[in-house]
């Protein structure tokens, strides 16, 4: 028995989720921190985490994008392979991703794979759940 009948995935909910990844992908994190981190969830329910750290609500979170701007002279990211799935007002994503990052002189470039859960929330898409981890294949 299929559980299909689960999942929306109506076409506009899909865009909606697709134009707030590509925004994700835009500003992870750039100059503007606050634009990135206005796409996130700002109570103690959000939930990160990264290849070697977890972070439990905004609070723990709401530092780390600008300590990880600090660390490298520019951080980006981009995807490949993208996958929504939906069910009225949440999302799920994975993707694959390529990790860009500038250390000194130094360029690194990172596979990583990409898991997220989207929740819409007075009208915009907001992440309440994410991980990020490099791949090595």
Known sequence: MSNSRNLSNDPQTE??????????????????????LDLFQHDEHLI?????TKWKGWEEYKDAPAEERKRFNNIS???????????????????????IMHFE?????TPARLTGVVKKIDGKW??????ISVSYK
Do not use: C
Request: aromatic share 14%; no cysteine; charged share 30%.
């Open 15 to 36: 865009e909606e989720i697709r134009a707030f990844f590509d925004e994700f992908i835009q500003t992870y994190p750039k100059d503007d921190i606050q634009r990135y």
């Open 105 to 109: 002189t130094r360029e690194i470039k």
């Open 77 to 99: 990211l981009s995807y490949d392979w993208l996958k929504i799935n939906s069910h009225g007002d949440v999302g799920w994503i994975a993707a694959k991703v390529l990790v």
């Open 48 to 52: 990160m985490i990264g290849t070697a």
């Open 126 to 131: 907001k992440i309440v759940q994410g991980h």
